[in-house]
């Protein structure tokens, strides 16, 4: 996709802006992606006009690269949020599995290693943790100590295939976990660059509306071209939905 390829052409510009000059969006990003493509053509008619009151030339081709740019980034940013939505609802529906095993699996080696005292010092440390990352962390320890004691596990008729389960489940759920937590704790890349392209291309958007609103003070048709329609169509519905309240 050429606007992927716009993006990593850009990414060193983008990845420079500051995230204390990070702008909001008040609006869907996919609403002004398109805006601005419906701007750039707007600009490309008008061309002539913008020129005489001193617009760069080579802004509208830095709108069209920002745009394509903020376009790729928004697109990697809801794949990465739709990819983090399944993993924690794949935690969800099997979470309670990993716990119910993780008990079952303590409380038969509790039984087991009763009368053993470093055993049952381990299995009390086992226990300690209980964040779900501990849990997993329990699971992958309680089946290494109940292979290692196979005596005192069939003592208790404790069925060993148990461990192999627990081991499958720590494999699969690591996963799962790390999928589903993985921007918890620290700044999710893919949103700062979409936030940041964002940032970048609202500045030339807001120049070139300048250059227009200018332009075009007296066409007030004409001059709508340099607005956005999203948000003129929320104000008139607020307006109309006022006035409905009133009557």
């Known amino acids: 996709m050429n606007e992927d390829k716009v993006l990593q052409e850009m990414l060193p510009e983008i990845k420079a802006v500051n995230k204390e000059d990070i702008k909001s969006c008040n609006i869907p990003i996919s ?14 008619l008008d061309m002539a006009q913008l020129l005489e009151v001193g617009m760069p030339p080579e802004l509208q081709q830095r709108l069209g690269l ?5 376009f790729a980034a928004e697109v990697n ?5 739709s990819e983090r939505e399944k993993a924690l609802a794949l935690w969800k529906e099997k979470s309670p599995h990993l716990y119910a095993l993780r008990k079952e699996i303590l409380e038969h080696l509790a039984f087991a290693f009763r009368k053993d005292e470093r055993l049952m010092e381990q299995i009390a440390d086992i226990e300690e943790g209980s964040s779900h990352a501990d849990a997993i962390e329990d699971l992958a320890r309680l089946a290494v100590l109940g292979a ?27 996963g799962v976990l790390s999928a589903a937590n993985g921007y918890l704790y620290r700044d999710d890349e893919g949103k700062l660059i979409r936030d940041k ?10 120049e070139i509306r300048d250059y227009g609103r200018f332009v075009f003070r007296n066409d007030p048709e004409h001059v709508k071209g340099y607005s956005s329609k999203y948000v003129r169509d929320r ?8 006035n409905e309240q009133q009557v």
């Open 148 to 174: 290692q004691n196979p005596e005192l596990v069939q003592a208790i008729n404790y069925d060993a295939a148990r461990f192999d389960t627990a081991d499958a489940m720590v494999s699969e759920m690591s």
């Open 77 to 81: 940013w809801q794949e990465q949020q």
């Open 31 to 44: 609403v002004f992606v398109q805006e601005a493509g419906n701007l750039n053509e707007r600009v490309s």
């Open 197 to 206: 392209s964002y940032t970048l291309l609202k500045e030339v958007v807001d």
């Open 235 to 242: 104000a008139q519905a607020y307006r109309s939905s006022k």
């Open 66 to 70: 920002l745009r394509d740019a903020l």
